[in-house]
């Protein structure tokens, strides 16, 4: 276990704040639960608010989807596609699922009274360290464009647009429009 301090929590500290030490840790058994919550309360607080017709049989799928990824998660990190969980005091504030072959992040959640406060900085810096040490030197993601909030962070965070495609998403049953980024590590 590490762990590890933010950016944000560094200036949190020279402005006098007590910042949170995040400990990175791999996803657990126990975690399942309390990691589905924080996904659908990220998810709510970020991509939620722009589909206001969204079905409570759609939040229903989305909860078996998060569920569904984290247990695959317990397996998956064996085959190279780690989960990444910040722990705050035994509290999850946040996950990431990354997969090494691709050097790919495919999820990054953070629950949202931790966002803003260096949670998602800190997962992101794990998985470019990761990614280097294992010689990998580029860090791709994908995220729906009208989830701004994402952008402009990815952007902070020094990722690039590569391109635009329109992607079917399977829980939400619509056609997304993608935008691909790229960090070089």
């Known amino acids: 276990m590490a762990t590890l301090t933010s950016k944000s929590e560094e200036e949190s500290t020279a402005r006098g704040q007590r910042p949170a030490a995040f400990t990175l840790r791999s996803i657990r ?21 722009c589909l206001p017709d969204f079905s409570e049989q ?8 998060f569920r569904l990824y984290l247990i ?36 990054l959640w953070v629950h ?42 990815y952007l902070k965070q020094g990722f690039v647009e590569i391109e635009r495609s329109v992607k079917y998403d399977p829980v939400l049953k619509l056609d997304l429009l993608k935008i691909w980024m790229q960090q070089r590590l």
């Open 112 to 153: 949202p009274d931790w966002q803003g406060k260096g949670v998602a900085s800190t997962l992101i810096d794990a998985v470019r360290g990761a990614l280097k040490a294992e010689g990998i030197n580029i860090l791709n993601l994908e995220v729906w464009e009208q989830n701004q909030r994402a952008i402009s962070f």
């Open 29 to 49: 058994p126990e975690d399942i639960d309390p990691a589905t919550v924080c996904g659908l309360r990220s998810w709510a607080s970020t991509i939620g608010v």
């Open 72 to 107: 695959s998660s317990l397996k998956n990190e064996v085959r190279g596609e780690p989960l990444l969980i910040a722990d705050v005091g035994g509290e999850i504030a946040g996950f990431c699922g990354y997969q090494i072959s691709e050097s790919y992040l495919s999820d």
């Open 58 to 65: 759609q939040l229903f799928e989305l909860e078996a989807a």
